[in-house]
């Protein structure tokens, strides 16, 4: 690989409703950091981030672009998407809210976006579930439902069971992330950059 800085460049976007951590995901990749309390008019928009696929020996550049606010007025427009390889549909494992809305978000995508698009759905801040057996991240934690949130914690709301298969489906990529402790970060972007080499290679 001597000489060369990057075999590919790939276009990702990261959707998904307004508070889900998408700004932070971009983050932890690009920079390695969090922000407990980023400001939410300054979405980030664009980073850039180099990884290895040392199974394939390449090298690719990952663009990966941020809805940046723009989520709350549902007009994200064709060219966001143009182009793209691959996408992050983003929900937060604590709110059902958001992973009910990921399928209107999905819709988006496969109006706008290229057909051969990979996308992999991501549920993130599983860190605010840590109180569950982390040997099996889709149980609820074991207290009664009604039972106050430990401080810090807050409850799944969203399993990992039922969102796989939901992403099975539908044909996604599907992980689990937190943000904030930086879990599957790297992973999730590896994954889907994995799947669209694949892809390359047969010709897709
Ligand atoms: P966006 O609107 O989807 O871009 O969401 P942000 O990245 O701005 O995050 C919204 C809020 O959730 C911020 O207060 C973040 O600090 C917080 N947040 C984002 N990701 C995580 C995570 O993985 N764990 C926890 N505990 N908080 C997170």
Redesign the pocket.
Known sequence: MSGVAWHYVLKFIIT?D???????LLIRLTDQRF????D?TL?VEFGSKLITIPEENKVVKLQCW?TAGTESFRSITRSYYRGAAGCLLVYDVTSRQSFVNARSWLQDVREHADPHLTCILVG??V??CADEDPTDPGQDPPTPADAPAKPGRRKREVTTDEAHIWAQEEGLLFVET???SGQNVEIAFERATRDILEKVRKGV
């Open positions: 998904g307004a508070a889900v951590g998408k700004s932070s922000l407990a309390n980023p939410p979405g941020d993130n801040k860190d605010l937190s943000a904030k």
